[in-house]
């Protein structure tokens, strides 16, 4: 395992995330027992990991539980990270959210769990569209004063949002956020558009969810929903559609092409677009923890990566590839474009 810098901070963090969202089976038939949960705690640690990433609400807050028993005298080498916003009781309007009763509240409630006195990062989970920005933030850098949190990271958040909260945390002179969260896979590019140019323009980490496409780039699906013709269940429409079988037979043949397993090229692909990414991988056993962990020994070529990214049409959209048309371009430039040393952004498929 190598490690990387946190944004702009010199926190070292592995190379893989760590996902605790599966740690416990009190609530959901998905999650693992609390067996399961600490192998593959101590997989991932053995294997030099350090960056294990939760929630409040994850499991309904089974999932700190565990880590925290977990952690033990590994708790000084490990970089925990945890998130507010989301409510844990359904008839109060301040149990979720962002504003700074929320934040307290919450993180209060994950320090016991965890069992510790400082979470390393702390996680908005997701936009609330109705707290200031400038509560949030200051609300956060309190905390960082106060020894209770390290570090800062915002999830699941327009761009917009984003950028604006990182002028006003420069200005102010407070805490301003490490990282970013979001989902990024073959089959969900969306980030592409807007979340991961804003990113590496700003110097912020991105930490990936969902890299396996809800399980599909992992290959075990893709026999089942073809033979038992689930394309047509509305349960399975949202991920399980043609175009999205039509990524996960691209990333199987590229697989066995390299003796690798679909997931293990799947998250290789991620690792390829950017040094800013750190993917989470998230497991409910063992063996899956160990098939994910060797995606960083699969070495995608330059033909891969085109291959998987074409597998799929995708449309950066306005204004990105107006911008980048010829015409544009032509039009922006001149005849100069190539002799101008800049960077300039590079052309995606």
Excluded at 44 to 71: C, H, K, P, W
Excluded at 170 to 196: C, D, V
Excluded at 343 to 348: A, F, H, M
Aim: charged share 20%; hydrophobic share 40%; glycine share 8%.
């Amino acid at each position: 395992m190598r490690f990387k810098l946190l944004g702009k901070t010199g926190l070292r963090v592995s190379e893989l995330c760590l996902g605790a969202m599966t740690f416990g089976n009190d609530l959901s038939t998905w999650g693992a027992s609390r067996e399961d949960s600490e192998r593959v705690f101590r997989a991932y640690v053995d294997a030099g990991g350090n960056f294990i990433d939760t929630a409040n609400m994850y499991q309904g807050g089974r999932s700190e539980e565990l880590l925290g028993e977990f952690l033990g005298a590994e708790r000084q080498r490990c970089v925990v990270a945890t998130k507010f916003t989301l409510g844990t009781l359904p008839g109060d309007p301040n149990s979720g959210g962002n504003q700074r009763k929320s934040i307290i509240h919450s993180l209060e409630g994950s320090l016991k769990r965890l069992k510790t006195d400082y979470v390393d990062l702390l996680w908005m989970h997701a936009w609330d569209q109705m707290t200031p920005q400038e509560e949030v933030l200051r609300a956060l850098d309190d905390l960082v004063s106060a020894g209770k949190i390290l570090y800062t990271g915002i999830s699941d958040t327009p761009a917009w949002v984003v950028s604006r909260s990182q002028a006003i945390a420069e200005l102010r002179g407070w805490t301003s956020f490490a990282a970013l969260q979001l989902p990024y896979s073959l089959i969900e590019r969306a980030a592409e558009r807007e979340l991961l140019p804003m990113a590496e323009a700003l110097g912020l980490s991105v930490t990936a969810w969902g890299g396996l496409g809800n399980g599909l780039l992992s290959g075990k699906y893709l026999p089942k929903a073809e033979a038992q013709g689930r394309l047509n269940d509305p349960i399975f429409a949202a991920t399980m559609n043609e175009a999205n079988l039509a990524v996960a037979r691209e990333v199987m043949r590229i697989a066995e092409a390299h003796g690798a397993s679909a997931s293990q090229v799947a998250l290789a692909w991620i690792r390829t677009q950017s040094p800013f990414l750190i993917p989470i991988i998230g497991a409910r056993t063992e063996a899956q923890l160990q098939d994910n962990l060797k995606c960083v020994d699969v070495a995608l070529t330059e033909e891969d990566c085109t291959a998987l990214a074409r597998a799929r049409s995708f449309d950066l959209g306005f204004p990105t590839t107006f911008l980048e048309s010829a015409g544009m371009e032509k039009l922006i430039y001149g005849d100069s474009l190539q002799k101008i040393d800049v960077l300039l952004p590079s052309k995606r498929v």
